[in-house]
């Protein structure tokens, strides 16, 4: 298949892990931001074939593991209300809140529906006028347009029963946090292809010129991810810092702009909670004055106590590319796919999971708890409150 099995060329795969060996001379860290990335590297072994003097770590590019855990919460709120039907992404109903988990509230009577598209829960409110129907709106700019042409569809329609809860969250904000964190050892980072592909890369150029740190635009296969380390290796080496895109069969840089313009015209920026992190500004979007009447969170204020994470979660650790998840000592013991502490260890894009399905196991000597991961994270950062395809 044209565009996928050239990025999985075994032949072209080992020669750019020789050009790497040849090109590296010393210690470099590299934050792979996606969390699509993040399983193929870990599935692929790629970051156990990487010379020595190259480590990887995780980012925070998994939209449903950053959403704060409060967030899971007030979603679960709303499913137990019987005059509303939550729509949802599937991968959102494994996600563990305080005490329970969606899948679980619609095994116990909630009308929690998956949907493939937005717009389906715009279907769903058409056909039931009689209920309210929240569209549980997670991720990053990779799907704000799609919520977007939702919540106007709605509008257009005067559907007075659907609004939206809307938990989307922007990369970039999350990357300058973490190059201006005390803690701080990214050097480079690969760029997350498809937000790109919707939001071009112009503000990665900004953080590449104000930090010094080389960013590569990179697709999702194999080969795509060696071409972008490659690339990232060859700047550090030569003292460059410049935005590369890698993913050039897809990603341009002003992005898509009709997409743009649609998210542009629906939402607006605002500061934002992420899952284990803290409150980052503007770091996420929320519905423009226009399209107020649409929001969840305004006609349904959450009214259950804010939750801390669970103790032994070292989530915020990871996402922050301070832990790996193998270094959590309730990895793979009290923390696995069936019973997961945190939403890494169920999300399609988390770190947890890759590690968990690759058949990694617990470090000796891992952490122990959330509080001594938390001790690294710089005090700006705070907790989250109560404490996602991108």
């Known amino acids: 298949m044209k565009y996928l099995d050239e990025y999985h060329d075994d032949h072209v795969a080992r020669g750019l892990l020789e050009q790497i060996d040849a090109t590296v001379t010393r210690p470099w860290t590299i934050m792979e931001v996606c969390g699509g990335q993040t399983h193929t590297i870990v599935r692929e072994g790629i970051d156990q074939l990487l010379p020595d003097l190259i480590e990887l770590v995780h980012g925070p590019g998994c939209p449903v593991c950053v959403t704060p855990l409060a967030v899971i ?28 988990d969606l899948l679980r509230a619609r095994a116990g009577g909630a009308d929690v529906r998956v949907v493939y598209s937005p717009l389906d829960a715009v279907r769903v409110a058409a056909e039931n006028p009689d209920r309210t129907v929240v569209f549980f709106a997670v991720g990053f700019e990779t799907t704000a347009p799609a919520n977007a042409l939702a919540v106007r569809h709605a ?34 980072f690969l760029g997350p292809g498809h937000v790109c592909t919707v939001a071009g890369w112009a503000d990665y150029e900004v953080i590449a010129r104000d930090f010094g740190v080389p960013i590569v635009i990179t697709g999702f296969e194999p080969v795509d991810l060696l071409e972008g380390i490659l690339a990232a290796v060859i700047q550090l080496e030569q003292g460059r810092h410049e935005v590369e895109n890698q993913y050039a069969r897809a990603a341009r840089r002003d992005g898509n702009p009709t997409a743009r313009d649609v998210v542009d015209e629906v939402f607006e920026p605002c500061d934002r909670a992420w899952r284990g992190i803290g409150v980052l500004p503007a770091s996420g979007l929320r519905l423009r004055p226009d399209f107020v009447s649409f929001d969840a969170a305004l006609r349904f204020p959450r009214l259950g106590p804010e939750v801390d994470e669970h103790e032994q979660c070292i989530a915020g650790a990871v996402l922050q590319g301070r832990a790996k998840p193998d270094e959590c000592a309730a990895f793979g013991i009290d923390c696995t796919p069936e019973h997961p502490l945190g ?32 001790s690294a994270m710089p005090a700006t950062s705070g907790r989250a409150p109560g404490g996602i395809d991108g």
């Open 73 to 100: 919460d007030h979603a679960l709120e709303l499913a137990r209300r019987p005059e509303v039907v939550l729509c949802s992404f599937g991968d959102m109903l494994r996600v563990p809140g305080s005490t329970d």
């Open 155 to 188: 509008r257009d329609l005067g559907l007075t029963n659907f609004c939206a809860l809307v938990a989307h969250v922007l990369v970039p904000p999350a990357m300058t946090a973490i190059l201006t964190s005390p803690a701080n050892r990214v050097q480079a």
């Open 343 to 374: 939403a890494p260890m169920v999300s399609s894009e988390g770190a947890c999971a890759a590690y968990f399905a690759a058949g990694r196991v617990a470090r000796v000597g891992a952490i122990g708890s959330a509080t001594s991961a938390a």
